[in-house]
């Protein structure tokens, strides 16, 4: 009898589970084999009994967690497999930081792709998405409703620069997750021909030195650390998103807040975190990029974890495709993935904010 | 009008009253005309917008978008004017510059809904379209 996908790969209280393989794809709970897509600490736990995962995603969880992080760790380059019990698992680049990866996993002719987190757009710190033709994607649904359209990261950095070209006596933070987003905001202002140093939160600093000795061009970069306050009129610092409403940034003269989120787009978002430079830049496929994605895999059957699951089901049925939600309690813990809920009749009417006060 | 839309929002989330002169300052010394003079004419609330109704609005986004999808932003998003202008469908205008825009303002006192139309055709990679805010304003005034 034919293999059905829920016989290779279903949800358990852990989070996805392979039976036949005895592993788990980023459990959320200790487990005796994991496999794991990439290191943000919503899908990388610590405490598994043996971690398969790139070596970049192995040496990012070591950093976050220690090195005694999982009994025991295997490392997997992109496009190589492995054979765990009959179903053979193989590592594709996903796009979202460093090391991030889709797991593939095959029995009996049928492949289901788990894609954890990505992003179809270029992004200089890490390897590109690869397509992988299968029968059933998984995928993230972070930003799965239409108001959802990233843009042009480059324009947003060049929003940035002309900011800190206008207020020359200020300094500007840009609150960013400390993994892969900051990096790539660093190495999209290189990118863009802005060469002054950059300085990092203390918080920043581990990652970022790892990228760089991995050969991400990430030009000169201080830790602002004692720096005095004059000294940081018109520079740039990179800090976590949880910094910009903290006593720590009284150390600045008469700081931008900034945030590079693709949460940016909606307005009251950025209101509620008390931004003045909102900066729409994201490490997660937008609504064209989730839809077009699902379209060239090529499934018939797609799974939607971590986000917007409604209307992504919702857009795939209506294109004639099986599509459910995969409810896994526990993604999208992180600052950058956490999904708000929704704002109507929640909120104030947005309307022109500041200005009154301006004007009085 | 992408530079106006930019002030716009750059005003927007910027509480300090002289951080918002310096940004109004630098808009008008950097801007050529017309524009510069359609976004005087915007910021002193000159322009109005009588049939730019929420019934117009919710009418156009239903004739290009899917209904369960709109009322789904429009749940996340919380405001009526900002989710129609993030998911409108039009590509071709974020790729070139927006001419199309001032000229709908251009006969905008003779026909007021097809500039607002014209208006939200804008869908710029910045949160908002120039004719919410411009459009509260008038409101207002």
Request: hydrophobic letters at 40%.
């Amino acid at each position: 009898m034919a293999m059905r996908p829920e016989d290779i790969l279903a949800r358990m209280p852990a989070g996805v589970c392979c039976k036949l393989g005895a592993f788990h794809i980023d459990p959320m709970r200790s487990v005796a084999r994991a496999l794991i897509t990439h290191a943000h600490s919503d899908h990388a736990r610590a405490g598994h009994g043996a971690v398969l995962a790139t070596p970049e995603t192995l040496d990012l969880m070591r950093l976050h967690y220690g090195k005694n992080f999982a009994g025991a760790t295997q490392a997997i380059g992109y496009g190589e497999s492995v054979d765990l019990g009959g179903v053979r698992v193989t590592f594709h680049p996903a796009g979202h930081v460093l090391g991030s990866a889709q797991i593939a996993v095959e029995a009996d002719g049928l492949r289901i792709v788990a894609s954890g987190d990505y992003k179809d757009v270029p992004d200089p710190t890490c390897a590109p998405f690869e397509l992988v033709r299968c029968d059933v994607f998984i995928t993230e649904a972070t930003f799965a409703l239409p108001v959802f359209r990233h843009g042009d990261p480059d324009a947003q950095i060049a929003k940035l620069l002309r900011s800190v070209a206008l207020y020359p006596e200020r300094a500007h933070l840009v609150g960013a997750y400390s993994l892969g987003k900051a990096q790539r905001m660093i190495a999209l202002l290189r990118k863009a021909g802005y060469d002054a140093p950059i300085y990092l939160h203390g918080a920043m600093e581990k990652i970022t030195r790892y990228y760089a000795s991995r050969g991400i061009a990430l030009g000169e970069l201080r830790a602002v650390g004692g720096v005095s306050k004059a000294n940081l009129a018109g520079t740039i610092t990179i800090c976590p998103p949880a910094a910009l409403n903290d006593v720590w940034t009284r150390r600045f003269p008469d700081p931008v807040a900034a945030f590079a989120s693709g949460w940016m787009r909606v307005r009251a978002r950025a209101r509620q975190q008390g931004v003045a430079l909102p900066l729409v830049v994201s490490d997660h496929a937008d609504w064209d990029g989730l839809t077009a994605t699902i379209a060239a895999t090529g499934a018939g059957e797609i799974w939607v974890t971590h986000g917007q699951e409604d209307a992504l089901v919702h857009w795939c049925v209506s294109r004639g495709l099986k599509a459910r939600p995969l409810d896994i309690a526990g993604y999208g813990d992180e600052d950058e993935e956490a999904t708000p809920s929704p704002l109507r009749r929640a909120q104030a009417r947005p309307g022109w904010g500041g200005e009154s006060g301006g004007e009085s | 009008m992408n530079r106006f839309a930019e002030l716009l929002d750059r005003l927007a989330y910027e509480p300090a009253r002289n951080n918002k002169l310096r940004l109004m300052t630098d808009y008008f010394r950097s801007t050529p005309d017309p524009e510069r003079g359609w976004a005087l004419t915007a910021l002193t609330g000159a322009l109005s917008f009588p049939y730019a109704k929420p019934g117009l609005i919710r009418g156009l986004i239903a004739e290009r978008t899917d209904p369960v999808l709109f009322e789904l932003s429009y749940d996340y998003v919380g405001d009526l004017s900002e989710t129609v202008a993030l998911m409108w469908p039009a590509p071709l205008a974020q790729q070139t510059p927006s001419p199309l825009v001032g000229e709908g303002w251009g006969g905008g006192s003779r026909g007021d809904a097809q500039a607002s139309a014209d208006a939200s055709h804008l869908p710029t990679p910045a949160p908002n379209p120039p004719h919410k805010g411009e459009g509260n304003r008038a409101e207002k005034n």
